[in-house]
């Protein structure tokens, strides 16, 4: 990696946008490889100015604060951390200046990458797919979105190595290569406060496979209507392995007689019976599973190493995670469902719901299909949070038929109450709150872990 960023930034001056985690990790590579190159570090944060990885570097010029974004006025190219928002810049800036972290190491390493975006599920698909590639004796890292910033493992990449790439789509914004291996998962309205329109976030999305050639293979849900429009109209070269809970497609991912089939298109074989343990649980983790074993299937991986690795993966935190029981109610912490859609899989999945915890931060989400949902289900309690809780909650209201008991809070702990109190013996309180969380808290993780400690203490 650093002869091929040698080549690539050789005689360019060059800003590190976004000191965070990956500018860090940016900073640190592109210094190995120039050690007495001019760089220019720009940050919103004043602070960065006295970050201890940048004591004593006397080739920095520093752009923070307010004016921070006027860096990219002063250089030939802009590497952009992913929290870094610039749409509003233009059409001023031409794209070609804007390079990130995720474009150079697809550039470089793309053709040894699995990448796995949608607006749900990637976390728990990417993990699976590396916990299965362990399982099975190759080598593998996990890099993205998910875990280390990809230039963490720069210097640790073999020729042999299966790269599993969780991708956002603020990482897929301004790539211009595009993973061997690509899944597209699904797309829900989502980050709606990042992009100028719903039509522009998923743009972003389409991007992970923009760049395949003919010996690339494309994976994506088929009865996503939005997919399936999208890469009918792209001419996408890279082989297409649609997978589907429904429909049977060859070649593609199916089910068929209680089972998840694999077919390469002349051939077919049965690689996980659906009546096989598992701790992933849902409809919706049965299309990440499936979405899996057509990745590892088509990079090698054998179908025993596949089936061992969905027996034993236990899943992540914050995804429909087991709580445990406390006055004889099941607690469920499922705070990485920002999004409608995520919530309804959550309460299909789970029985005996009694009491949802909902809302939070309000991006202008439709909530009417939500509500219509929620007014017919057997839930009986909904303690609703902030802003978004209260607009659930009014068009839940505005069905006329919702029999359940509404409860309006500020603030997150105030559920505790009224939760121990409401919920029935033996049945099940689950957070699933269809909305962000940063209107009190930093990301859905520390919601989460907020949730766990209310429910424990």
Known sequence: MLEFLKLRLAGKSVAILGFGREGQSSYSLIRKAFPEKH??????????????LLSGDMNITFFTGENYLDVIGHCDLVMKSPGVRINHLYPEVPSSKIISQTSLFLEKYGKQVIGVTGT????????????????????SCLVGNIGSPAFHFADRIGEDM????????????????SPHTAIL??????????????????????????????????????????????????????????????????????????????????????????DQKRYLRGEHNLKNIMAAIGACVLNGIPDEAIREGILTFKGLEHRLEYVGEHRLIHFYNDSIATIPEATIEALKSLPNVDTLILGGFDRGIDYRPLADFLSSSGVRNFV???????????????????????????????????????????????????????????????????FRELVKS
């Open 39 to 52: 760089l220019l570090v720009a940050d919103l944060d004043e602070e960065v100015r006295r970050h201890p």
């Open 120 to 139: 749900k599920g990637k976390s728990t698909t990417s993990s699976l797919i590396q916990h299965i590639i362990l399982i099975s004796g190759k080598d």
């Open 185 to 274: 998962l699904n797309l829900f309205q989502e980050h709606l406060d990042a992009y100028p329109s719903y039509e522009a976030y998923q743009q972003a999305k389409f991007n992970i496979g923009k760049e395949q050639e003919k010996d690339d293979f494309l994976i994506y849900h088929s009865s996503d209507n939005l997919l399936a429009a999208h890469i009918a109209g792209s001419g996408s070269p890279a082989h297409l392995f649609p997978f589907s809970l429904t429909l049977k497609h060859k070649p593609g991912i199916f089910i068929h007689e209680n089972s998840i089939f694999f077919s390469d298109g002349s051939s077919e074989r049965a690689v996980w019976k659906l």
């Open 162 to 177: 299966h790269i599993v790439f969780e991708l956002s789509s603020h990482q897929l914004e301004y790539t211009a290569s």
């Open 384 to 450: 609703l949070l902030g802003a978004a809780g209260r607009r659930i909650g009014e068009c839940m209201q505005s069905t006329g038929t919702h029999p359940q008991k509404l409860f309006y809070i500020n603030r997150f702990d105030f559920l505790k109450e009224i939760v121990f109190r409401e919920t029935r013996p033996g049945f099940t309180c689950l957070l699933s709150p269809a909305a962000a969380s940063y209107d009190e808290f930093a990301n859905f993780e520390v919601r989460g872990k907020r």
